[in-house]
């Protein structure tokens, strides 16, 4: 006996893939656009549709938006696959929100504290994202960080002045015109923008696309650290 697919079920699955669409998450050709998706806060029923990648690879991002900072951890190599939002809601550097989404039973919880073991406190966390340190010390997609945008600034090479702010390129060396890279950072009315966007990067021969391109991205930020990091590379500037 066929099985009658109820009006209510068809109804329920087109809103969802609406949202989905509406929300960026999903493209009409059916790929999972993540990279647009970070450019908006993420919310609990967001979280869920944070990609969780073939190889297992971890991925960590600062997103600053407004009053509001938050870090997103996925963690892959322990026993349980885990994505974990941590959100600062007043800049404050002290966590207002915690939740995580556990993709193989599909759930959502609200720990006191996150259980990934990658993170330490709100602060070091973001340093360690902005530095590139947490990407050097743990099995995740190699992001260009700080480190290669002041190589370039002192170099005085590929700066671009943008908006409010100036742009960085890092093109692929086989491939002189494609762009690798991306760094924005910039001062508005009081408030910064910082973004680090991996395209992909090389491993011998391979080129690797992260899941999600941006490890770091601020907009409109009254976030201290993200305002020192902005005002300091506006110095090097030449």
């Known amino acids: 006996m066929k099985k009658i697919i109820s009006s209510r079920y068809l109804s329920s699955m087109f809103l969802v893939i609406i949202l989905m669409i509406a929300t960026g998450t999903l493209s009409l050709s059916g790929q999972y656009q993540t990279s647009s998706f970070i450019q908006e806060k993420i919310t609990s029923q967001r979280l869920r549709f944070m990609p969780v990648p073939e190889d297992f690879r971890n991925y960590f991002i600062l997103q600053s938006l407004g009053e509001n900072t938050t870090i997103i951890i996925g963690d892959f190599t322990g ?4 994505v974990s939002m941590i959100s600062d809601n007043n800049n404050d550097n002290k966590p207002d929100e915690i939740l995580e989404y556990y993709p193989e039973p599909n759930k959502t919880t609200k720990p006191a504290k996150p259980a990934t073991s990658f993170y330490k406190s709100f602060k070091e966390m973001k340093q360690e994202i902005i530095n590139g340190n947490i990407f050097r010390m743990s099995y995740s997609y190699k992001m260009n960080s700080i480190g290669l945008l002041v190589k370039k600034l002192e170099a005085g090479r590929d700066i671009f002045r943008h908006e ?7 093109y692929d060396p086989d491939a002189g015109t494609t762009i690798m890279s991306e760094y924005f950072f910039g001062k508005k009315d009081g408030r910064y923008d910082l973004i680090f966007s991996t395209k992909y ?6 080129k690797i696309s992260p899941p999600v391109h941006f490890s770091v991205y601020c907009r409109n930020s009254n976030d201290p650290l993200v305002a020192e990091t902005v005002e300091r590379l506006l110095k090097m500037v030449r």
């Open 201 to 206: 990067y090389k491993l011998y021969k391979t």
């Open 164 to 170: 409010h702010g100036y742009s960085v390129k890092v």
């Open 79 to 82: 026993i349980e696959k885990v």
